[in-house]
């Protein structure tokens, strides 16, 4: 039963609408104590998860693999030959309908009454339209991340750091620069994404009946399956794509495809408001699926993938229930 609710899961509703864009929420009350995340339908559904990710990593190093990768390259051309045009395109619209919404800062739940913000987010949108004000972008886009931190605290915020990563290749693709160790604007953008979404899977496990009213409204969506189990196997399907991010280049190619798909059919369920939140994301997915860097395959990368998702995996909990008792006091049991 695990197995298939998994597989479906991972074709269909992943990762699905921000649910603190259509659910009332409270960052204050107890998280699901550790004891009723960690049990057995949760192990089940991280062994699958190690699973996919290793014969993900088989496929890769073999003949089909190699297919796949030129079948990539040639579908996602023009993707990959555009893609700061895409981000400026995406981004600017983003921005311009914030500016349209008004009241809202990044986000649809982080509400301002602040008059100014969303004329400054009209000009963070004009700054697109040429790459020498890209930078000015950027900057904005830091300026308002930090007046969230302030409204809404470090915590909230750490759902959202893709925004800064967004930042970072908008402000190194108009300079014409790379970070030290080779590392590209788009790889600041896949790495802050992977952390952006194991962080929000996690959330899923910590605070499931936060989805619960949605199921109700669409009962479809859970598959049949009990609202406490789909949240588990959502929050692990998510949570193994994004790491996913992270890993060889077929393997992420991959995630970030199945991680577009269900981002797109979200909208379809959620509209406009989820196809305006999630606009930039989807844009970095369609980025990082176009991206035909190369890498050597090795065999020792697939022996530590297992350990590094188990790591990541140790860590993002044990961040997530950690802050939550530092900054409200309660227990991660």
Avoid at 226 to 240: C, H, I, L, N, R
Avoid at 302 to 330: D, N, R, S, W
Wanted: with cysteine; aromatic share 12%.
């Amino acid at each position: 039963m695990v197995t298939a609710a998994l597989l479906t899961l991972a074709g269909s509703t992943a990762a699905t609408a921000h649910v603190k864009w259509f659910c009332a929420y409270d960052l204050v009350g107890a998280p699901r104590g550790l004891g009723d995340v960690l049990c057995a339908d949760f192990e089940k559904l991280i062994g699958l998860s190690v699973l996919a990710l290793v014969v993900g990593g088989l496929l890769e190093g073999t003949v089909l693999g190699a297919a796949l990768i030129r079948s990539l390259d040639r579908t996602t051309a023009w993707a990959r030959e555009n893609t700061e045009l895409l981000f400026r395109a995406v981004c600017g619209a983003f921005f311009v309908s914030l500016w349209t919404l008004g009241g809202i800062i990044l986000t649809p739940e982080l509400k301002t009454a602040n008059a100014v913000l969303p004329w400054f987010q009209l000009a963070i949108a004009t700054g697109f339209l040429w790459r020498r004000t890209m930078p000015l972008s950027a900057l904005g886009i830091v300026v308002l991340f930090a007046t969230a931190v302030r409204e809404y605290g470090a915590f909230h915020l750490a759902d959202y750091p893709v925004f800064l990563g967004v930042a970072a290749y908008i402000a190194l693709t108009g300079l014409g620069r790379s970070l030290p160790g080779g590392i590209r604007p788009l790889d600041v953008v896949r790495y802050t994404a992977a952390v952006t979404l194991m962080w929000a899977s996690v959330e899923k496990w910590a605070y499931p009946q936060w989805s619960f009213p949605l199921f109700v409204e669409h009962p479809a969506m859970t598959l049949g399956f009990s609202g406490e189990f789909f949240m588990k196997a959502a929050g692990a399907v998510e949570f193994v794509l994004a790491f996913a991010l992270i890993c060889t280049p077929l393997v992420r190619r991959i995630a970030a495809i199945l991680l577009a798909a269900t981002f797109v059919s979200a909208i379809f369920e959620f509209g406009k408001v989820d196809a305006i939140g999630h606009a930039p994301i989807i844009v970095a997915m369609v980025a990082i699926a176009a991206d035909n860097a190369a890498a050597p395959y090795r065999l020792r990368n697939l022996v530590l993938t297992p350990v590094g998702y188990g790591a990541a995996l140790a860590a993002f909990i044990g961040l997530y229930y950690g802050a939550h008792a530092v900054l409200q006091g309660t227990t991660m049991l």
